[in-house]
């Protein structure tokens, strides 16, 4: 089975063709960060329209690579959302008039899907695991049981873990993605001169809190003396960041496995998945966790953690496999879509107590 894949949720234009048994033929990812980068985040206008200009492009460009025309596809899968509408629904028309002319199943992907299962297609990871997805869009632990069968353990009642990596490197002026230039700054860092808040440590339950974090980064800077930051106070700054998010997100995972151990006794691996999930830092904590807990990490390589069509054609063998005809020509794109639509919203869900 041969599956294109296109995904157009975000800020990358991206378009796969993957073979079920795991090879990839082409990945092809056009990220639009040049676009967004003089507004310090993604416009979802800026996006959309970027998304219809190059959608044709990118799909057409990855089957050029993997050889095959489309008469050669077995199906066509695109993330359904949720995301940026504007995007989603790009892609999704896109390949719905692929599958329409070709008449070859769609099979429309939830984009945290396409990240929960990743692992499967890299690390070649068996069901149950927990999963760790931390990305620009998203910070949540979660059950994976099986295709389709996931339980939500935590996720974030503000901000996203990439939302505060790229908040707080706004404030440091270190552009935008902000991921990359902290964490380079931070191995030129003091990780203990700045006394950063641990938001929701030690806390019940495996919730993340994020916005007190970057809300703590800029008081401690406007807190300097006036004038530009100097190297040393950046590079301390950002070394102190990472630091707290390696603490509260290490915390909670360690919360997340007991739990996860309670609900599927036989699992022992912990996935990574996401943007973030690229910060060598936090993947050298997560190991310690995983040590402490007689867990194993699996993270799949940095380019298929960042949002890519790879995950979403994988995602769509998985459906296919699991004997799920795909959607009908008449799927309305969601901006919201989530993973366990039976968790209980997060927000006051006694993550105070
Ligand atoms: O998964 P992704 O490519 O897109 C979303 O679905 O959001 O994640 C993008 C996020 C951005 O917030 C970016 O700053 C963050 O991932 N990121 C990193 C690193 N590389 C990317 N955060 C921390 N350390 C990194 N090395
Ligand atoms: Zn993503």
């Known amino acids: 089975m041969i599956v294109l894949g296109i995904e157009t949720s975000c800020d990358e234009t991206a378009a796969a063709v993957v073979r079920d048994d795991g090879e990839i033929l082409a990945d092809v990812v056009l990220s639009q960060v040049d676009q967004h980068r003089p507004f310090g985040g993604i416009v979802p206008e800026v996006a959309a329209r970027a998304h219809l200009e190059f959608a044709d492009h990118v799909v057409k460009q990855a089957t050029h690579e993997a050889g095959i025309g489309f008469d050669e596809l077995d199906a066509v899968a695109a993330t359904g959302g949720p995301g940026l509408i504007g995007g989603v629904i ?73 939302e505060a990596f790229d908040k707080s490197a706004k404030i440091l002026g270190l552009g935008y993605p902000g991921g990359p230039p902290i964490e380079a700054a931070a191995r030129d860092g003091d990780p203990t001169r700045f006394d950063l808040p641990r938001p929701l440590r030690g806390k019940p339950g495996c919730h993340f809190s994020f916005s007190g974090l970057k809300a703590a980064v800029k008081r401690t800077v406007d807190g300097l003396p006036p004038g530009p930051l100097d190297t040393q106070d950046v590079n301390d700054m950002a070394a102190s960041f990472q630091a707290a998010v390696a603490d509260v997100i290490g915390e909670r995972t360690g919360r997340a496995i007991a739990e996860f151990r309670d609900q599927c006794p036989g699992g022992d691996t912990l996935v990574v998945a996401g943007g973030v999930a690229a910060n060598t830092a936090l993947r050298t904590r997560l190991e310690e966790v995983c040590a402490d807990h007689g867990m194993r990490l699996a993270a799949p390589p940095s380019k298929l953690c960042t949002d890519n069509g790879a995950m979403i054609a994988w995602a769509g063998i998985e459906h296919l496999r699991a004997g799920h005809k795909g959607q009908d020509l008449d799927f309305a794109p969601r901006p919201r879509w989530p993973l366990d639509p039976n968790a209980p919203r997060a927000v006051g869900a006694g993550v105070k107590a």
């Open 90 to 162: 790009v892609g999704v028309m896109t390949a719905k008039a692929i599958a329409c002319a070709q008449n070859i199943p769609f099979v429309a992907v939830n984009h945290l899907e396409g990240h929960a299962l990743t692992a499967r297609l890299t690390e070649n990871v068996k069901f149950p695991y927990l999963l760790l997805l931390v990305s620009g869009g998203h910070s949540q632990l979660l059950t994976v049981r099986g295709v389709g069968a996931y339980t939500r353990l935590g996720t974030t009642i503000d901000d996203a873990v990439g």
